[in-house]
Nanobody, 121 residues
Framework: QVQVVESGGGLVQAGGSLRLSCAGSGRLFGINAMGWYRQAPEKQRELVATITNRGNTDYVDSVKGRFTISRDNAKNTVYLQMMNLKPEDTAVYYC???????????????WGQGIQVTVSS
């Protein structure tokens, strides 16, 4: 019902920047909160950043001041601008959309397939 496609990952040196994008499509007529999670090898998935449909944002402490989450409601897209990247930011990043889907009374939790971000020292 909802397709979620991420892009923008890759390999970057420490101190560099990357911008992740995530677009939702399908039978959705709106998206409430949007967020980015990440999972490093042998670690639990953690919430990195969220943005509400009103534009309120929140970040995990380790990325505050370096990452910026934003959204384009007309495109059902959320972005994560990552600056001053560190080796500890290396992980698979997942997009999460709280989607409003036609025919469903509650929002749907939609996930992307994950995208690799690798930061070399």
């Amino acid at each position: 019902q909802v397709q979620v496609v991420e892009s923008g990952g890759g390999l970057v040196q420490a101190g560099g920047s990357l911008r992740l994008s995530c677009a939702g499509s399908g039978r959705l007529f709106g998206i409430n909160a949007m967020g980015w999670y990440r999972q490093a090898p042998e670690k639990q998935r953690e919430l990195v950043a969220t943005i509400t449909n009103r534009g309120n944002t929140d970040y995990v402490d380790s990325v505050k001041g370096r990452f910026t989450i934003s959204r384009d409601n007309a495109k059902n897209t959320v972005y994560l601008q990552m600056m001053n990247l560190k080796p500890e930011d290396t992980a698979v990043y997942y997009c999460n959309l709280k989607a409003l889907v036609a025919g469903r009374s509650r929002e749907v939790d939609a996930w992307g397939q994950g995208i690799q971000v690798t930061v070399s020292s």
